[in-house]
């Protein structure tokens, strides 16, 4: 069974950091795109970040770019987010999620890790 565990979500104050983990199993790392994405109470779920381990390819949202930074290893099956100068409208639950290369569909998810930041 395909497994994504997500972790790594606290409290924090604005201007700080924290890191996401995403640990996958039951799939061949290289052949999948692992994602994070996010939703804030009574906003749209927003897709955040992604990468392929494959061909080193990242993907970031505009809220993010500059701030947080993502990155794999292969050899752990973990993706990381590393979340940097945090803002509190960043605060949301976070989800990691993969699909097959190729695909348009983010079929597999795990549960969400919450973040919040304070003013």
């Known amino acids: 069974d395909v497994q994504l565990q997500a972790s790594g979500g606290g409290l924090v104050q604005a201007g700080g950091s924290l890191r996401l983990s995403c640990k996958a199993s039951g799939f061949t790392f290289d052949e999948y795109a692992v994602g994070w994405f996010r939703q804030a109470p009574g906003k749209e779920h927003e897709g955040v970040s992604c990468t392929s381990a494959a061909d080193g390819n990242t993907y970031y949202a505009d809220s993010v770019k500059g701030r947080f930074t993502i990155s794999s290893d292969s050899a752990k099956n973990t993706v990381c987010l590393q979340m940097n100068s945090l803002k509190p409208e960043d605060t949301a639950v976070y989800y990691c999620?993969?699909?097959?290369?190729?695909?348009?569909?983010?079929?597999?998810w795990g549960q969400g890790t919450l973040v919040t930041v304070l003013q």
């Open positions: 999620a993969a699909k097959e290369r190729g695909s348009s569909e983010w079929k597999y």
